[in-house]
């Protein structure tokens, strides 16, 4: 059984194009979210992020630069959330001179969802500074997840697994 998904919606003060690169380059995601990243943003490609020692792992399912992408996601390692169990999609609006950002991250179990709020909204908000400066080091946003079956990094966009 999935919990409903987790949805976010923030305001970032630069246009669409900008934005998106924001999700498809690995210098520009490492600014708001992770240490390390390898992106191929093409169907199929892979989508690997390691988010405060979290290895989140998966591929982009779809594309339609600058307003809209899909991708699968988990964690490596993991029996709760494996690499490509849950759906992140992301829909990019324009909005004056700015873009509205709508994430919704579908599929996740019942017990992954309040983790990932969490992280979203922290990951999320971190977005709309880097995109137009410097959001500093990132400073976390709650306790290590504590699952025995799995390393314990400080969480990254939701439970480390």
């Given at each position: 059984m999935t919990a409903e998904p987790v949805t976010f919606t923030v305001h970032v003060d630069a246009p669409c194009e900008r934005v998106y690169e924001y999700f498809t380059r690995p210098q520009a995601i490492v600014r708001w979210m992770g240490e390390y990243a390898?992106?191929?943003?093409?169907?199929?490609?892979?989508?690997?992020v390691?988010?405060?020692?979290?290895?989140?792992?998966?591929?982009?399912?779809y594309l339609d630069p600058p307003h809209r992408l899909v991708i699968s996601w988990g964690y490596a390692g993991s029996d709760r959330l494996p690499p490509g169990a849950s759906t992140v999609e992301v829909r990019l609006t324009a909005e004056g001179t700015g873009t509205r950002v709508d994430l919704e991250h579908r599929d996740l179990p019942p017990a992954e969802q309040p983790g990932h709020a969490t992280g979203w909204t922290h990951y999320l908000t971190r977005l709309g500074v880097a995109?137009?400066?410097d959001p500093g080091p990132?400073?976390?946003?709650?306790?290590?997840?504590?699952?025995?079956?799995?390393?314990?990094p400080a969480?990254?966009?939701?439970?480390a697994r």
């Open positions: 390898l992106l191929e943003p093409e169907p199929g490609g892979r989508f690997t390691d988010v405060q020692g979290a290895p989140v792992r998966g591929r982009f399912l995109v137009v400066g990132d400073p976390g946003m709650g306790t290590p997840n504590t699952d025995a079956t799995a390393p314990t969480p990254g966009p939701g439970p």
